[in-house]
């Protein structure tokens, strides 16, 4: 490393995005990355077998309603528009995802308008809970208990590995019931894939003459002894070699095969049973539908808790891990001149686009401060912005 570079670990969104900005701010950049290729989990290549662009740590959609942050990506590449229409197998029955009037309509066997049904789900939904505090019962205050059972019960035990009387109401909140027919997952205003995948996305992102790219360089502390600031975008555990412990998280077990024709029909399809043992089946060329291929490739994905060696993917953020991450925070504070960003380094479940906001705003604030951050950005505990 030259004396005085930044230096980035990780080259995913959060590790490519400060990279670019600080060269383009003047100065010299040097992004690590263990793995072989750019765009961490965001990830896409070619299926030589199929011609397939597969998103191969599972799909990654884009959605926001950021509106600088939509023109940042589409400076690197060009978007397509896509609509994530997510379809959910119950009972031998296939349901329209989340849930809205025709789920609800379907499910029931009625054809009510959008006033009828919100008044008859006000007739199954528990009304004493006037507070959710839990997953379980943030579920049964919405639809109450057979939409619950059917549609989220057991699909979030197959997900977090514990019943969803444990888990905090605010995962149920980012699922929106609906009493209109539409089955569009997302709300947000700008939604859209990058025609050729994240991956020469990311690449166009890190391509500047300030920024030195190393593939399938693992971080050692030698690395960072010279460096004017590090930016870490792996976990926040990590960092430190797990001396307080693990913070929780599951991973995913990708299921490939390949056919002739389509699949499946939709490039989502989840599966709530508990008796089948994966999560859902994504079908990769329907995240394109802009391409056409006589083959297909598929993903069934099963749910576990994480174990070293594995790759990380949803923090729990149980009580127990959130315990032990405010003593991570803590010992994180100690530390001078890292600063910890990205899903990982927060140990936050973020989504692309707040990824990319924040790294923005973390680049900005490090030029803005003359090259002096503080540990954190923003605060794993609340999600607040710090800086």
């Not at 499910?107 to 997953?135: C, N, V, W």
């Not at 208990?145 to 888990?167: I, M, R, V």
């Not at 490739?297 to 990380?312: F, H, N, Q, S, T």
């Not at 503080?374 to 794993?380: A, E, L, Q, R, Y």
Request: net charge negative; charged share 20%; aromatic share 12%.
């Amino acid at each position: 490393m030259t004396q005085g570079q930044v230096l980035i670990v990780g080259a995913g969104l959060s590790g490519a995005v400060i990279a670019r900005h600080l060269a383009e701010a003047g100065y010299a950049v040097r992004v690590i990355d263990s793995r072989a290729h750019v765009a961490g989990n965001c990830h896409t290549e070619r299926d030589a077998e199929t011609g397939v662009q597969v998103h191969v740590y599972g799909p990654h959609i884009f959605h926001t309603d950021d509106e600088a942050v939509w023109r940042y990506v589409n400076r690197f590449a060009r978007f397509r528009h896509f609509k994530n229409q997510v379809k959910a197998t119950c009972g031998g029955a296939v349901y329209s995802m989340p849930i809205n009037l025709h789920t609800i309509n379907q499910f029931y066997g009625k054809t009510m308008r959008p006033a009828e049904a919100r008044a008859f789900l006000e007739t199954l939904t528990d009304r004493t809970i006037s507070d959710p505090q839990t997953f379980e019962d943030q579920a049964l205050s919405l639809v109450g208990p057979e939409l619950y059972e059917a549609f989220l019960k057991g699909y979030t035990e197959k997900q977090w590995g514990c019943p969803p009387s444990h888990l905090p109401a605010s995962i149920l909140r980012r699922l929106p019931v609906r009493f209109t027919y539409d089955d569009n997952y997302y709300f947000h205003q700008f939604q859209g894939m990058p025609e050729e995948g994240y991956t020469p996305m990311v690449a166009a992102i890190l391509d500047h003459p300030d920024i030195e790219l190393s593939l399938g360089t693992p971080f050692t502390p030698d690395l960072a002894k010279d460096a004017a600031h590090v930016f870490w975008s792996g976990s926040l555990d990590g960092y430190f070699n797990f001396r307080l412990g693990r913070l929780g998280y599951r991973t995913l077990d990708f299921e490939r095969f390949t056919e002739t024709g389509d699949h499946q029909g939709c490039a989502v399809m989840n599966y709530s049973d508990t008796e089948v043992p994966y999560t859902r089946v994504t079908e990769h060329k329907h995240f394109a539908p802009w391409e056409r291929h006589e083959g297909t490739v598929c993903y069934r994905e099963y749910v576990r808790a994480a174990e070293p060696g594995d790759i990380p993917y949803y923090p729990l953020r149980l009580a127990q891990e959130r315990a032990l991450l405010t003593d991570y925070v803590a010992l994180a504070e100690t530390c001078t001149g890292v600063t910890f960003v990205g899903r990982l380094g927060t140990y936050r479940y973020i989504d692309m686009d707040v990824t990319i906001r924040e790294a923005l705003d973390a680049a900005a604030a490090f030029v803005g401060r003359g090259g002096k951050l503080p540990s954190f950005c923003v605060d794993p505990l609340t999600g607040m912005r710090r800086v």
